[in-house]
């Protein structure tokens, strides 16, 4: 049933959506910051291989999925795992499939060089990001929305200027890192 979603959608929604239905989908871009990647309806946006990617990921108590999209390259990635393993292990393989499939059967699309910015901007820059985030899911209107007090999100900066926060882990639960590679 996954297969035949996705091929659909590969299809420009043939059998399932209008065409015009299918392109909003998959080309809408939300208003975000600059290049980073953003929201459309129903799927948001990713790059791997320098491909642009569009999907959705999800979570149940039993099952850990991901569906991506490569439009341009009429491709398509989906997994579904069984078990969380360990906290946040469901999500750091998701991922690291997800990027290892591209760069096996997607040839890489060149990208424009990383500029290279000192530590003092990247430090500046970082330190506006810094602080507590309260995820966007959940309640706004009822006594629900106390729970976005409890469970937000700390993002950091370190000497270097790298961003970094202890809800992201990677493999083995060591945090992830973000470091400026263009101006904000």
Same mark, same amino acid.
């Given at each position: 049933?996954?297969?035949?979603?996705?091929?659909?959608?590969?299809?420009?929604?043939?059998?399932?959506?209008?065409?015009?239905?299918?392109?909003?989908?998959?080309?809408?871009?939300?208003?975000?910051?600059?290049?980073?990647?953003?929201?459309?309806?129903?799927?948001?946006?990713?790059?791997?291989?320098?491909?642009?990617?569009?999907?959705?990921?999800?979570?149940?108590?039993?099952?850990?999925?991901?569906?991506?999209?490569?439009?341009?390259?009429?491709?398509?990635?989906?997994?579904?795992?069984?078990?969380?393993?360990?906290?946040?292990?469901? /999500?750091?393989?998701?991922? @690291?499939? %997800?990027?290892? +499939?591209?760069?096996?059967?997607?040839?890489? *699309?060149?990208?424009? $060089?990383?500029?290279?910015?000192?530590?003092?901007?990247?430090?500046?820059?970082?330190?506006?990001?810094?602080?507590?985030?309260?995820?966007?899911?959940?309640?706004?209107?009822?006594?629900?929305?106390?729970?976005?007090?409890?469970?937000?999100?700390?993002?950091?900066?370190?000497?270097? /200027?790298?961003?970094?926060? @202890?809800? %992201?882990?990677? +493999?083995?639960?060591?945090?992830?890192?973000? *470091?400026?590679?263009? $101006?904000?």
């Amino acid at each position: 049933d996954m297969g035949k979603f996705m091929l659909a959608h590969l299809a420009n929604g043939a059998g399932l959506l209008k065409p015009e239905t299918a392109a909003m989908m998959h080309d809408y871009r939300a208003p975000g910051v600059g290049p980073l990647n953003t929201m459309a309806l129903g799927f948001y946006e990713q790059h791997a291989n320098g491909h642009r990617a569009i999907g959705h990921g999800g979570d149940t108590q039993w099952f850990h999925s991901l569906l991506m999209l490569f439009p341009d390259s009429n491709t398509g990635f989906f997994l579904s795992i069984n078990s969380l393993g360990d906290p946040g292990a469901a /999500g750091s393989l998701r991922n @690291a499939l %997800f990027h290892q +499939f591209a760069n096996r059967y997607l040839a890489p *699309v060149p990208l424009e $060089p990383a500029q290279k910015l000192d530590e003092k901007t990247r430090r500046e820059h970082g330190a506006l990001l810094a602080g507590n985030y309260a995820n966007s899911r959940g309640g706004v209107a009822s006594f629900m929305a106390a729970t976005g007090l409890l469970g937000q999100t700390k993002i950091s900066v370190d000497d270097k /200027g790298q961003v970094t926060s @202890a809800s %992201f882990n990677g +493999f083995g639960r060591a945090p992830v890192k973000w *470091v400026e590679v263009a $101006p904000f």
